[in-house]
């Protein structure tokens, strides 16, 4: 879409035509079902989270270890291949604060996709209007951008603020159940470069 804007006329008298008209009439069209699509993704995506808050959550994130599946229940059981690893009170206490933290950033991660692909139908529908109006193609990647980083940087900036919370609880529990330490993968890196992804707290969108 940005390609063939950079291909229209400034002049906003001409109006596109032949194959380019052609092409923005079914872009329209497209953006259309586009929509609808979205909207049956954000039913599925509301009920894959509630169906998540009452599903195990798989604690192998890092296929590279190749470690035991390991799993926490809703209950705060850890599982290891199956098999119930006995916990005391305080122990099991730790677990489900650590499934707590971990069901929120995942939450907010699974909101952000589905945000990200919303912004990607809205930068289109952007594009097709900027062109309709003979702007340069520059001037709707700008917009474009700019319009994904103030829908999608707040976004990130609240799943980042969660990091820290979710590394405390990993610490604790891994120094309280030895059996949790293998997984235990996250470091202060990970917090230390969420929302810093070139270097300098700004985002490139």
Partial sequence: MLALAACQPADSSKTPAGVAAKAM???ANSLGDASQEMEKARQEIATARDKLALANLSLNRDTTQHLAKAEITPAGDLLIEGKR???TPEQKALVLAYRHELLGVVGDGMAIGLEGARVGIDAAATALKGMLSGQSGDD???QAGEQAKAKLKPMVAQ???RLPGL????QALSAALPEFAPY???DQSDVDDCGDANGDGNWTF
């Fill in 159 to 161: 799943l980042c603020t």
């Fill in 140 to 142: 709707i990647g700008k």
């Fill in 25 to 27: 009439d079914e872009a």
């Fill in 85 to 87: 690893i006995a916990t």
């Fill in 184 to 186: 235990a993968t996250m």
């Fill in 167 to 170: 590394l405390t609880a990993q």
